[in-house]
C-alpha cells in the first residue's frame, strides 16, 4: 500500500477494519474491532500472527513519538519502510498527528538513491533498519543537513556502526519497540546526537509502564496497546481480545531511572552443555569482529538440537559474503570463546529468510538448514 494514503482524514475517521498488508482471508466483523488496523507480525521466532490497534492507539503512540523528536508542522517525515509493517505505518501515522508533510521512498531500497531523495525533499525525520544504516555507512555517505533525527528500529544496531554514522552526520537514534506497541516503546533523545553512539539504555516514552519479571522479562502497559489478536482454528479466524492491561513480551531488559536496555529475547536462549547461550549475542560478536564488514542479516548463528550438548551452535552464511572474510572472523571468534560458546563448522544458505524488515526469520532458516536447502 503507499503510505500517503494515510494523510487523508477519512482513513482515520473509517471505523471499517483495515488490513494494510495481503490478510488471508475475511477479517472478522465484530463491534470491538471497529476503527481497528491489523498488524501481521514479524514472526522472528516463530509463526506470524495477526494484531489489532486501534486508530486511535495508533495516533497516541504517533503523538508520543513526534513529541520526543521535536516534530512540528515544519518537519517532514520520510518513509523509507514498507507502509503493511507497523514501523512504516508508524511513521505516516506521525506525519497525520503532527500535521507535517510526508514523503514516500517508493523505489528499491538502494543508498544513494535514498540520500538523493532525502535531500530533493528535506526530509528532518525518518526510521531505518540496522541493515539500511551499514549500507550508508559502507558507502560513506555523508547525511544531508536537513535531516534531524533517524529512529533506528526493527533489531540492534552495533556501536560501531552506529558511531560510524553518526561521523557522517547520520543522527541516528537507537530505539526498542514492537508491534503490540503500535511502535515505539523507549527511544534515545535528541540530546544524545552529541555523544557517541551506544545502542542503550533507552528513555522509555512517557505514555509507557514498564515492569520486569525476576528472570528480566519485560511486561508493558499504556494506552496504545494492541486490542487482541487473531488465530486460526482451520476454517475461520476468531478473535481473542487482550486479557490483561499488562503485556508480557518475550524480551529480556534491563530497567534502571526510566531507560530501558534490550538483553535480547527470551525465546532465544538455548542450552549448551548446561549453559545459557543466546545465539543473537553472538551475532553482535561477529559483527564487531569483522570491524564493519559483515552485513547484519546477511549471517546468522542457529541452534540445533544435539542429543549430547543439548544445542550444537552453526554459524550460517549467505553466499554472497566474501568466504575469506567469513573464516577470518569466525577464526577470530574460536581463539576467544568459551567452549560451550564455540562454534560448528559454518554452513552458508542462498538466503537467509526475513521479514520485510530484514529481521532474520529464525524458525525458518533452520528449516532450510534442516532442508538441507543450501547453496
Not at 463491534?31 to 495508533?58: C, M, R
Not at 521512498?105 to 540520500?115: D, I, K, Q
Not at 526510566?258 to 561477529?286: F, M, N, W, Y
Request: with cysteine; hydrophobic share 45%; aromatic share 8%.
Amino acid at each position: 500500500m503507499d503510505a500517503i494514503f494515510l494523510s487523508d482524514p477519512g482513513f482515520w475517521d473509517d471505523r471499517q477494519p483495515f488490513a494494510p498488508g495481503h490478510f488471508p482471508g475475511i477479517i472478522p466483523q465484530s463491534a470491538d474491532l471497529d476503527g481497528h488496523v491489523w498488524f501481521e507480525t514479524s514472526g522472528s521466532s516463530g509463526p506470524p500472527q495477526w494484531l489489532a490497534l486501534s486508530k486511535q492507539a495508533l495516533l497516541l503512540s504517533a503523538a508520543a513519538v513526534n513529541r520526543h523528536l521535536g516534530v512540528s508542522e515544519d518537519s517532514c517525515w520520510g518513509v523509507a519502510l514498507p507502509a503493511h509493517h507497523v514501523g512504516g505505518f508508524g511513521v505516516a501515522a506521525r506525519a497525520f498527528e503532527a500535521a507535517c508533510r510526508l514523503q514516500v521512498f517508493s523505489w528499491r531500497w538502494e543508498a544513494r538513491a535514498f540520500l538523493a531523495w532525502l535531500g530533493h525533499h528535506n526530509v528532518t525525520h525518518t526510521s531505518l533498519v540496522p541493515t539500511q544504516v551499514h549500507d550508508l555507512v559502507a558507502a560513506n555517505l555523508v547525511a544531508p543537513p536537513s535531516l534531524v533525527a533517524v529512529v533506528v528500529g526493527g533489531g540492534q544496531l552495533d556501536a560501531r556502526t552506529g558511531q560510524a554514522a553518526r561521523m557522517l552526520g547520520w543522527p541516528v537514534l537507537a530505539s526498542y519497540g514492537m508491534t503490540e506497541a503500535g511502535s515505539q516503546v523507549a527511544t534515545q533523545s535528541l540530546d544524545l546526537l552529541d555523544s557517541s553512539y551506544q545502542p542503550g539504555p533507552l528513555p522509555i516514552l512517557p505514555i509507557w509502564q514498564t515492569r520486569v519479571s525476576p528472570t528480566g522479562q519485560l511486561s508493558i502497559a499504556g494506552p496504545a496497546l494492541f486490542s487482541g489478536s487473531l488465530r486460526h482454528d482451520g476454517h475461520t479466524w476468531q478473535f481473542f481480545p487482550r486479557p490483561d492491561a499488562w503485556h508480557l513480551t518475550a524480551d529480556r531488559v534491563a530497567l534502571a531511572n526510566h531507560q530501558l536496555t534490550p538483553l535480547g529475547r527470551l525465546d532465544s536462549l538455548v542450552k549448551v552443555l548446561g549453559e545459557l547461550v543466546d545465539p543473537a549475542a553472538i551475532e553482535d560478536e561477529l559483527l564487531a569482529l569483522s570491524n564493519g564488514k559483515l552485513t547484519p542479516g546477511s549471517f546468522a548463528v542457529l541452534a540445533l538440537p544435539d542429543a549430547r550438548a543439548g544445542h550444537r551452535l552453526v554459524p550460517v552464511f549467505e553466499a554472497a559474503v566474501d568466504s575469506a572474510l567469513a573464516t577470518a572472523v569466525l577464526d577470530a571468534y574460536q581463539k576467544q570463546a568459551s567452549g560451550y560458546r564455540r562454534l560448528q563448522p559454518p554452513q552458508v544458505l542462498a538466503t537467509l529468510p526475513r521479514s520485510p524488515l530484514g529481521k532474520l526469520r529464525r524458525a525458518d532458516a533452520l528449516a532450510a538448514l534442516n532442508s538441507g536447502a543450501r547453496a
